[in-house]
């Protein structure tokens, strides 16, 4: 076994989405300090929770099976992970998020996507929706008999909520769609680089954010596990 680099990238919402300036005040490339804390979810993946320094509090996922939240604590504002997990990379050391994961995660934070087959309770939305982002972006597989990437209900969710009608065309990167960013996250010494799904709320989600906890409940939040990969 080998402990290695370990990466989670967090989306985020902002008010408005631009080239360069999310809103005012937000803008790609700011910095802030960060803590995860999570439910003990199947595969190690979201919900988790994400308290920041300038964003708030906010429910997050995460984007690459392999890339493992481990105890950053700084985090910068981009439109993709660093180094991309299982599905590669589109460009060298980045990995742009699929529109089909901006739109669900938006839909996710501002508390209006329900349920679908298979996935009815809380937890069970949550983790079909982790699973339909690890899909869209390309992390499909097995780990201790849990399968990451899945092709489910919430895929068909966001092909119909875009207006699209194939899986290759949720999959298309983002392109800065509606108010979603990423979290690129590093320690305080710039090492351990890491990505995780975060929220970057206007007030109104702030509120919605806030109720989609309660169904988790806080007792049950911890600090994620670290974790080794051979």
Not at 127 to 137: R, S
Not at 145 to 158: E, I, M, Q
Request: overall charge negative.
């Amino acid at each position: 076994m080998k402990t290695v680099k370990t990466y989670c990238a967090l989306l985020g919402v902002a008010a408005v989405m631009a080239s360069s300036n999310l809103f005012a005040g937000i803008n790609y490339g700011d910095t802030g300090s960060i803590t995860i804390t999570g439910t003990d979810a199947p595969g190690g993946g979201g919900p988790m929770i994400a308290a920041t320094s300038d964003l708030g509090t906010f429910i997050t996922f995460c984007l690459e099976v392999n890339e493992h939240y481990t105890g950053a604590t700084i985090y910068t504002i981009n439109s993709g992970a660093i180094d991309g997990g299982l599905s590669g990379q589109t460009s060298p050391n980045f990995d742009p998020i699929s529109i089909g994961t901006a739109y669900l995660y938006s839909q996710f934070s501002a508390g209006t996507l329900g349920a679908v087959s298979g996935y009815t309770t809380a937890t069970e939305i949550a983790t079909g929706v982790q699973q339909a982002i690890w899909y869209l972006e390309g992390e499909v597989g097995t780990e201790n008999g849990f399968n990451y990437g899945v092709r489910n209900g919430y895929v068909d969710l966001a092909i119909a909520g875009l207006g699209l009608s194939t899986d290759s065309d949720v999959e298309a990167d983002a392109n800065g769609y509606g108010t979603v960013v990423v979290l690129n996250l590093t320690d305080a010494n710039g090492g351990l680089h890491q990505d995780v799904l975060a929220v970057v709320p206007e007030p109104s989600t702030m509120v919605a954010g806030a109720l989609l906890l309660l169904p988790f409940g806080m007792s049950t939040l911890r600090i994620l596990r670290k974790k080794q990969i051979s």
